[in-house]
């Protein structure tokens, strides 16, 4: 059965700190993950995907990928209040474009 | 970039009867959408895959006579919750995919559902 884990946190960081948010998958055939940002009642909103090994930056965002590890990452770089939301963290969930298996998701929080 | 629509965003129905969730892709063509379920401070769980003129596909555990699903066109898909009871009560989200076959999914904005 594929599994994405994400550490729940709460994570908190002060305004302008880079925040660090670390995401585990099982399956290793996977080969693209998805970085969603939701804000309490809202819908998921897209960040960034990744599907390559090493390092992917948009702005203040980047996003790690090991296939090797299983690992992939977001850091969010001078961090702001704004950014205080859950972040999910998704990967491929069968081989139909789209469909998605979530992370359970963590906890951002940027104390100003 | 691609915009899904849900509708409405929120539903306030008695126990017993059946409600219907909308999703529209409006600027692009959705031969595949997504619905999934969200309970509270929890992650998305995919409920099931809506198809364009063929039946949805279903994930373990989702009971296809409860939840309904209907994609009559290139740009709708419909979930209806039938004989809904308190515990139906959650966040549902709908998504689409575009025909590029890209593997992003654009996400409705949801509809939260109260069973009373």
């Known amino acids: 059965q594929k599994e994405v884990e994400q550490n729940s946190g709460p994570l908190s960081v002060p305004e302008g700190a880079i925040a660090s948010l670390n995401c585990t998958y099982s399956d290793r055939g996977s080969q693209s993950f998805f970085w969603y940002r939701q804000y309490s009642g809202k819908s998921p909103e897209l960040i960034m995907f990744?599907?390559?090994?090493g390092d992917k930056e948009d702005g203040r965002f980047t996003a790690q990928l090991n296939k090797a590890s299983q690992y992939v990452s977001l850091l969010i770089r001078d961090s702001q209040p704004s950014d205080s939301a859950t972040y999910l963290c998704a990967g491929p969930l069968g081989n139909q474009g789209g469909k998605l298996i979530f992370g359970q998701g963590t906890e951002l929080s940027v104390k100003p | 970039g691609a915009v899904v629509s849900q509708h409405p965003s929120r539903v306030i129905c008695k126990s017993g009867t059946s409600v219907k969730i909308e999703c529209r892709s409006l600027d692009f063509q959705a031969t595949t959408m997504f619905w999934y379920r969200q309970f509270p401070k929890q992650s998305l769980m995919l409920m099931a895959t809506?198809?364009?003129?063929?039946?949805?596909?279903?994930e373990q555990g989702v009971e296809k006579d409860k939840f309904l699903i209907n994609h009559a066109s290139l740009t709708l898909s419909t979930l209806t919750v039938t004989s809904a009871h308190p515990e139906d009560s959650s966040f549902y989200i709908c998504?689409?995919?575009?025909?590029?076959?890209?593997?992003?999914?654009?996400f409705g904005q949801g509809t939260r559902l109260t069973v009373v």
């Open positions: 998504s689409a995919r575009t025909q590029r076959g890209n593997t992003e999914a654009f």
């Open positions: 990744i599907y390559s090994n």
């Open positions: 809506s198809n364009e003129g063929s039946k949805a596909t279903y």
